[in-house]
């Protein structure tokens, strides 16, 4: 089984609808984080959690929120759906810092079309 | 702030051919160095990284990486690109504070029989 699944794998919803993406991780890392993927940008951090309690925006974070609901499962809602959200989500886990650096896994993706 | 700059968007090599990839990076702090792979329809997997020590480091499937401080680069190669090497390929550079990573646009290798 993966260690960090992604729910749905794509979705083609329309403009204003509120919609969640979840990550489920079975890795037993304590920081989870969330991406989103467009072409000829790379990956940009939405959010970040170090553990249940603690929420970080990352450099993309209007128009998105996110809730930590367990250790393992950490989810993304976009409020009100825009068409210039459609992308590439990712969802990836890490472990705490040790030796100074942060692996980070990935999950497989989520594909989202907003029309 | 830390930044990585990713030189050509698309690759192409031929089959057997040397896989170059570039990377430089801008870091105030001396930065943790990670090249990741994208095949379609997957995930990102790390391929290597590079945090202290040798500045040579051998990663996954052939590939390896040079960490040269003196030129801010983190180029990937691999001796002979094989068929299945064809994917995107992410550079990326640990944040100031450890805590997240900072991730080139990507490189999509196209690798030609």
């Known amino acids: 089984d993966a260690d960090v699944t992604q729910t749905p794998r794509n979705r083609i919803t329309k403009t204003g609808k509120r919609i969640m993406l979840e990550c489920s991780q079975t890795?037993?890392?304590?920081?989870m984080y969330w991406y989103r993927q467009d072409p000829g940008l790379g990956l940009r951090l939405i959010y970040y959690?170090?553990?249940?309690?603690?929420?970080n925006k990352g450099e993309i974070s209007d128009g998105y929120s996110v809730s930590r609901q367990a250790q393992a499962k950490f989810s993304l809602s976009l409020e009100s759906a825009i068409p210039n959200q459609t992308a590439l989500y990712f969802c990836?886990?890490?472990?705490?810092?040790?030796?100074?650096?942060?692996?980070?896994?990935f999950g497989p993706g989520t594909r989202l079309t907003v029309l | 702030a830390q930044s990585v700059t990713q030189l050509g968007s698309h690759v192409s090599v031929s089959e057997g051919a040397l896989v170059l990839l570039r990377c430089n990076y801008s870091?105030?702090?001396?930065?943790?160095l990670f090249w990741y792979v994208q095949y379609p329809n997957q995930g990102l997997q790390l391929l290597l990284k590079?945090?202290?020590?040798?500045?040579l480091v051998k990663g996954i499937n052939g590939f390896e990486a040079e960490f040269k401080k003196s030129e801010t680069s983190f180029h990937l190669t691999k001796p002979s690109a094989h068929m299945s090497d064809a994917a995107e390929y992410f550079c990326?550079?640990?944040?100031?504070?450890?805590?997240?990573?900072?991730f080139g646009a990507g490189t999509i290798l196209r690798v030609k029989s």
């Open positions: 959690s170090f553990d249940v309690k603690d929420i």
């Open positions: 590079y945090t202290t020590g040798a500045t």
């Open positions: 890795k037993g890392h304590d920081r």
């Open positions: 990836a886990t890490s472990d705490l810092d040790r030796g100074g650096y942060n692996e980070q896994f």
């Open positions: 870091s105030s702090v001396p930065p943790y």
């Open positions: 990326a550079v640990l944040g100031e504070y450890g805590n997240k990573l900072v």
